[in-house]
């Protein structure tokens, strides 16, 4: 006999009158009333706080939404390799290469940057594959963890969009030195575009 | 049954002259090797190193070598360690205790303790050799000869759209080391050349195999490229003066190892894992290239050629290759129209099989293109037949070159012969027909994928007639004045089979979806061949081509399944 009954005690009168509870209930509510009046908080003046008042403190290394990043001198670090749409295992990111016709990167000797770059925010599952598998240092995920929108199309994060919350990463700028190193050579002269 | 269908053009010889083999040893296993087998050009030579580790199933890695171009040895990938029987001061074989020859492993001359490879691609082979192309050494080989090859090269896959399918990146998976020991500045080429109209040349890329040089000077017949500076500056270039311009460039491109030719049309567009790829045929003339159809998501990418040794070998020219655009353009037919207004499928075809059905015998007259796929025209003779129609197609001429591009620029002008909608000569009923609307004979006029009124039915003409059906894939002068307007689908959409100038008759399979109504016309016709003959047929593209191959003479005895992917000729 693995299973043990506990029979449950039964309510005194006190308890089955209800109206202690309710108004040790309306005490508390009367309180935060009074204290709030005066201009008091409750929410962010207890102990730590509560969320969404007191934001959660994101430790370091947490996998929160993958945002692209600029490099120090503030270019688009992505070459549109599309490693991170193949790898990423919900189909959240969707990138339209420049295409022939498209423009070039905005650094020297890139080459390359995407025309377009959608990650769908409701399909990601912050797993971090991209950054993972990212040659270019160009998407990472960060500590945002609280993504909202009135709609799906809102939830569906552009380029701008992503480079605007991604921010600055600085990196090892191999293109930068690639050309520097290419200009330093003198038997092939270096177009600059 | 009277014209069967061969599968070979020539009838061979009954008994083919017996081939002299050698027997070698590769990687320790007995194998019979042909002693000859025919190079680039078909013409027999001895046996390569290479092809005999092929036939033993070994792939030896390569980039110079390529079986359709002339060997020029220079990549040096290809090493392979061998041995050779010993031979005694005798010129007797020297023979090991248990009574097997000695084989004497190759060795550098000065260095006898160190193994020395040949290069499989050119070295002949010879009777008891044997091959090592699993040996440490000859993997050493590899392991350096890649080291080498990649000193230089810039390591941007990234940005290159040669990533997925170069050969740099899949030997240094297999045969490659994972770190480099070059501490040196690399040397900085040129990058992003305008090589010709269709081609950019990243120097820094290129690992000098040659292969480019060797296709267009001595498959394209157009000398335009060569090797300039020396040593570590070997640079490809063009002519000076000259562009790299002919009808074959973009094959260099897929000759190209490695990312050093890409392609402008196809530069930045999608990496090429995510292509999905449908064996096709190419619609620009009746020489029937075979393809592969890369497209992602219903989009087409590129066309690429597929070997097919009966037609195009592995090449392709680059008017055919580029002509995909319009597939996708805005303006495609894409809703069915009856009098101007959009309808359904079932109701228009309902409408079209009771006005052909209750068209004097004789008022009708069908005009097919040699664009359209066998079964369709098949199916539009059949229509013919029973309304007594009078039918014809419309020619296509053009400038036919040396190498693949034909004179005669429908894809499927011999389908159209053999199905009995046109004589041997297209076009010639075409003044008749202009005739009979003219003077009232012709009432109804059935128009498929072309536009007659640049074939002497102009529009005074059109507005004569009774009932106008067009179907089409892009909206021209004959759909806009049709009463009923058909979408269909490029070859790229659907599935079916040309018969190319020479009667290979192969299949192709579909690769995007057809925009908005756009149906296959094979469907269509099929349909409306079905309520105005009353004859059931099948409802798959495989039963009905079984079915034509028993209606028409000329295709007897093939069957869907029998074709292949690289189609079989018929006697025409």
Redesign the interface.
Known sequence: MSTKVVDRTPLTFYERSYLPAILSGLKVTARHFLRSAKGHNTATDLSQGYYPEVPWTVAEGYRGAPYLVRDQEGHTKCVSCQLCEFICPPKAIKITPPGPEGIPSDRANAEKMPREFEINMLRCIFCGMCQEVCPEEAIFLQKDYSLTGTSREEMIYNKEKLLSLGGTHAGIQKWKHKLESAQHQEVFPVKTH | MSNPATTTPAPAPAVPPPVEKIRIKVDGREIDVPKMMPNWQGKLEPTTMLQACHMAGQEVPHYCYHPKLPVAGNCRMCLVEFGTPMIGPDRKPVLNEDGSPKIARSVLPYEPQTPRGAIACATPISPGMELYPNSPATKQMREAVLESLLINH?L????CDQ?GECKLQEYSVQHGQSASRFVE????????VDLGPRIVLD?ERCVLCTRCIRFTKDIAGDDALGII?RGS?N?ISAFPGRAFDNNYTLNTVDLCPVGALTS????????V??LKETKSLCTSCGTGCNITIGSREGVIHRYEPRENNAVNGPWMCDAGRLNYKWVGRKDRLTEVQSRGQRTTWATAIKEISERLASATPGSTAIIASARQTTEELYLLKRLATRLGAVTDSVPRAGNADRLLVCDDRNPNSQGARLTGITFTELGIQLAWIADGIRNGSIRHLVVFGEDVTQQGIGADLLGKLETLIASDILPNATTARAAFVLPGCAAAEKRGTFINVKGRVQRFEKAAEAPGDARPEWEVLHELVEKVTGSTGFTTIEGLFNQMAKDVPALAGLEWGKLGDTGVTVAI
Do not use: L, S
């Not at chain 2, 500045?185 to 992003?192: M, N, R, T």
């Open positions: 810039p941007d896959c990234p940005i990533a500045e690399k040397v900085h080429k040129p990058k992003a120097d500076n500056y640079t402008k049309d196809f530069r930045f567009k999608m990496r894992w995510f």
